[in-house]
């Protein structure tokens, strides 16, 4: 079938679909529901091959064209023979896995069992989920590193070319950790976190841009937030730096490691939360008061169209009010800023201080009002002071990229026994989230790469994989043909022609 005929029939099938929509107003009453009964059967096609996964091809042949797999069997040796699988076959069975849908290894085996969803990958037979467990004990603290790294080197390929526009002048590099608790009793290397739970701790350094997680580094659960932060710091500047103008660090107060400070401020800028010390509370207090300037902040949601719908009663509040529970309200918010050097640096850095008026009620009465003081350290001197907030404040959006990975992807859930080989999981794992920033990034459309990137995972896997096709498998190159129209499957198909048009250096 031609490229012109598969655009007719999807407009076709368009037409029928809006066809519908435009009686949506116009039907006379109905005597019966909309949903019937009756006149439905199953059967099971003799020759017709299909799956649910449509948009697992796209993702493949995006795979091929960056060399991924060839980078990983090139650099990791973990498989003294390959009867039939080598190491790519593994990780991307896994990454795949979580891109179909899936949220455990064990959900493997239902893949294995599905011809069509093989031949679509070109795969006579795919890895079983106790193979898949056993793939992720052969790994060493070294190998699991230098899977990340084999990642790594594709990525500048897409940054390069139609993601160079999502990084932008500065490209933001993320730091957190995040814990990864766990119900089991017998997982080397899990500990008892500060919360009393039982679990890992691990380290998450990602790309702001683009969504991407860099590094992904489990540790103990009793592990401190900063621990070991600073050489991943230094491994993820190293690789963004080469391919964008500027790059900004940034890290809540746990990392705001001064002894590096000096030596990060040659190669990028930062913007790290700052303990509130006596120390620099008391010079915030002795600040003149024209050195203070009222924050704004941005309004959450601004209408496209200026129209605004009418606000509903705070339910929470009221209840709040009328039985006197204690409550926190904030009043306002001012911004300074002063230079500082921390004992440990050489140079003298930017300071720039939040002061917040808040109110302490019990129901509607106020008890006593509160000033606290939130710093931030940065290298940055072209933007004003709250600017500076709002891009440290930025840093935020993190979470929700750490809250992806622990219930979207679930690749924070720890389902083996010790703790390299469950880092090695979250590697793996992780890939089916960047697999969707770089999918993201080869849409046509600047605003789609820009929404696909910020998508949640399930919602990413519902439009753009599952989509119904038929598998026609023929001697030299395999067909998805779309079987039904969707919204999203012409931009699937668009998806697929960029990729197969875009040559990668």
């Known amino acids: 079938m031609s490229h012109g005929q598969s655009r007719g029939n999807s407009a076709r099938r368009k037409r029928k679909v809006k066809a519908r929509h435009c009686k949506a107003g116009r039907r006379r009453a109905r005597a019966k529901p909309v949903f019937s009964a009756g006149g439905l059967h199953y059967e099971i096609g003799a020759r017709t091959s299909a799956m649910s996964y449509g948009g697992i091809g796209a993702v493949r042949r995006l795979v091929s064209k960056l060399g991924l797999a060839r980078e990983m069997d090139r650099r990791l040796e973990l498989l003294r023979r390959h009867l039939p699988y080598h190491e790519s076959d593994h990780v991307l069975n896994i990454a795949y896995n979580l891109l179909c849908g899936g949220t455990r290894l064990e959900d493997l085996g239902g893949l294995r069992h599905d011809a069509a969803y093989m031949d679509a990958l070109g795969a006579e037979l795919i890895p079983s989920p106790t193979a898949a467990g056993d793939f ?3 790994f060493s603290e070294s190998d699991v590193i230098e899977l990340m790294e084999c990642i790594n080197a594709v990525r500048p390929k897409l940054w390069r070319g139609r993601g160079r526009d999502l990084l932008g002048p500065v490209a933001y590099v993320d730091v957190d950790g995040t814990l990864a608790p766990t119900l089991g009793k017998k ?4 500990d008892m976190s500060y919360k009393g739970v039982w679990g890992y701790h691990p380290l998450v350094v990602s790309l702001a841009n683009t969504g ?7 540790r103990p659960g009793n592990a401190v937030s900063h621990r070991g932060a600073a050489a991943w710091i230094d491994k993820a500047l190293a690789l963004v730096s080469p391919h964008v103008p500027g790059v900004c660090v940034r890290g809540d107060t746990d990392f705001s490691l001064t002894v590096n ?11 790290f939360g700052y303990d509130a010390q006596p120390a620099l509370v008391a010079r915030a207090e002795a600040l003149e008061a024209d050195a203070w300037t009222r924050l704004e902040r941005e309004p959450r949601h601004v209408s496209p169209t200026g129209a605004t719908r ?3 009663e705070d339910v929470k509040g009221r209840i709040v009010r009328e039985r006197g529970y204690a409550n926190k309200r904030l009043n306002f918010e001012d911004v300074a800023e002063y230079d500082y050097r921390p004992a440990k640096c050489r140079k003298t850095y930017r300071m720039v201080v939040v002061r917040k008026n808040i109110s302490r009620m019990k129901g509607e009465l106020t008890l006593v009002e509160e000033i606290r003081y939130f710093f931030y350290i940065t290298t940055r001197r072209d933007p004003g002071a ?3 907030v709002r891009l440290a404040n930025a840093r935020s959006d993190q979470e929700n990229v750490i809250e992806q990975l622990k219930n979207g992807v679930n690749a924070l859930r720890v ?3 010790d703790l390299v080989s469950n880092r090695a999981y979250m590697v793996m794992a992780a890939l089916a989230w960047n697999l969707k920033s770089f999918l993201a990034m080869m849409m046509h459309l600047k605003a ?7 998508m949640e995972f399930r919602r990413f896997v519902r439009e753009m994989i599952l989509v119904p096709c038929q598998v026609i498998r023929r001697a030299r190159q395999t067909t998805l043909r779309i079987i039904g129209w969707q919204p999203t499957t012409d931009r699937l198909f668009s998806v697929w022609r960029t990729i197969e048009r875009t040559g990668f250096g």
């Open 136 to 138: 992720t004990r052969r």
């Open 187 to 190: 997982k080397a290397g899990m």
């Open 212 to 218: 991407e997680v860099l590094y992904l580094v489990n």
């Open 261 to 271: 400070f000096d030596r990060w401020s040659e190669q990028a800028d930062f913007i």
């Open 310 to 312: 009418s606000k509903r």
């Open 386 to 388: 709250a600017e500076v």
């Open 415 to 417: 389902p083996v026994y």
């Open 448 to 454: 789609d790469r820009r929404r696909y990137v910020a």
